[in-house]
């Protein structure tokens, strides 16, 4: 098994700091468009449950169903509050995320990251030494900006 390379030096790590900007940068999780978009599914899903429920048809589906409904519909509203109110953060010992559980890695944990600029989501997916990724979303330029950065210096060495 070929052992991983570790992660940038020192004097590397520290003119990455110096590019991405003063520290710490800090910026919501995910962009805009993608939140009110959320918030417009989220509203349209719940119309429909209580158009349906309050229909003939609403009558006639089993509580047992109607109960998996409502309690999927409530995870799905915490997961779009979770969304409207992430914050990304990059100081000058890691990087953290609010999320259901806060994710966070330390510079020194990260061997290898990855830019991933997606349509609905620009994320950072950093392998740690323990080998579990952590991926972190960018909503606005600056964090976005800093991802790139943070990839590159980063970067598997061969």
Excluded: N
Excluded at 84 to 97: A, D, H, K, Y
Aim: charged share 15%.
């Amino acid at each position: 098994m070929v052992p991983h390379p570790p992660g940038p030096l020192a004097d590397e790590h520290s003119l990455l700091i110096e590019q991405i900007g003063p520290l710490p940068i800090r910026g919501k999780a995910w962009p805009t468009w993608i939140k009110v978009l959320a918030v417009i599914i989220m509203v349209m899903i719940g119309i429909q449950i209580v158009y349906t429920a309050s229909g003939p048809i609403g009558h006639s589906i089993s509580p047992m169903v109607s109960g998996s409904i409502i309690l999927c519909f409530l995870g799905l509203v915490v997961l779009t509050r979770y969304m409207l109110v992430s914050v990304t953060t990059i100081t000058e010992t890691g990087i953290q995320q609010s999320w259901l559980g806060r994710r966070e890695v330390a510079w020194e944990d990260i061997q290898f990251a990855k830019f991933v600029p997606l349509l609905a989501s620009k994320r950072l997916i950093c392998f740690t030494r323990r080998g579990r990724p952590v991926s972190f979303q960018a909503g606005t330029r600056e964090l976005q900006t800093a991802f790139a950065y943070i990839s590159l210096v980063y970067r598997r060495r061969r």
